[in-house]
């Protein structure tokens, strides 16, 4: 009997820390791979360095090239326009979540959006992105939903297309023919940031 019941508590205690482990797990979600103008970004590991100033334009709209650093633990509120040969190719958004300075241009990227298409020509880059290996340009809703089908939906309006795998997000705008118009896919940061 004894035995019978260190066992019981032996197979109690794995299943609740397997299933501790796989809600630490899932709450996290998987970084989304992205590939922005042939290079790959992965939200929370990738700097903006990724993208070399001697090839890639970066600035602050309306601020200019951003040449400043940044304090440890902190975000920058701004987005930066990432461009290459006069296309726009994505919005940057960074954090340093290091202890010490780094430069703008160095720190970490969370957040990337871009456009599909645009009333000028060649504004945006038709290969600009993929999300995980997915060119949405010219996608229409169902389209997404069938890609997304594996994430938690947080909504399917008629605009926009919203979803989440842990701390990650993705949403889709559309416009008024159901075709994907612009992408934006974030980590979220911890509360800690300044």
């Given at each position: 009997m004894r035995r019978m019941k260190n066992g019981l508590a032996w197979i109690i205690l794995a299943a609740v820390t397997a299933l501790s482990l796989s809600a630490c797990s899932?709450?996290?979600?998987?970084?989304?791979?992205?590939?922005?103008?042939?290079?790959?970004v992965i939200l929370g590991e990738t700097k903006a360095s990724v993208f070399p100033l001697t090839e890639?334009?970066?600035?602050?709209?309306?601020?200019?090239?951003?040449?400043?650093?940044?304090?440890?633990?902190?975000?920058?509120?701004?987005?930066?326009?990432?461009?290459?040969?006069?296309?726009s190719y994505a919005y940057l958004h960074v954090y340093n979540p290091g202890r010490d300075?780094?430069?703008?241009?160095?720190?970490?990227?969370?957040?990337?959006?871009?456009?599909m298409h645009t009333e000028e020509a060649n504004y945006w880059a038709e290969d600009n992105?993929?999300?995980?290996?997915?060119?949405?340009?010219?996608?229409?809703?169902?389209?997404?939903?069938?890609?997304?089908?594996?994430?938690?939906?947080?909504?399917?309006?008629?605009?926009?297309l919203s979803y989440r795998d842990g701390k990650y997000t993705y949403r889709f705008d559309l416009d008024e023919n159901g075709i994907v118009e612009e992408v934006e896919v974030e980590m979220k940061l911890d509360k800690s940031y300044t």
């Open positions: 899932s709450s996290g979600g998987t970084a989304p791979v992205l590939t922005v103008a042939g290079q790959e890639f334009e970066i600035t602050i709209p309306l601020e200019g090239i951003p040449m400043g650093k940044m304090p440890g633990r902190s975000w920058l509120s701004s987005l930066m326009s990432l461009k290459k040969d006069n296309c300075e780094v430069l703008v241009t160095s720190a970490t990227i969370y957040m990337l959006s871009f456009g992105a993929l999300v995980n290996g997915i060119n949405y340009f010219g996608m229409d809703a169902d389209g997404v939903k069938e890609t997304m089908a594996n994430f938690k939906a947080l909504s399917e309006d008629d605009d926009y």
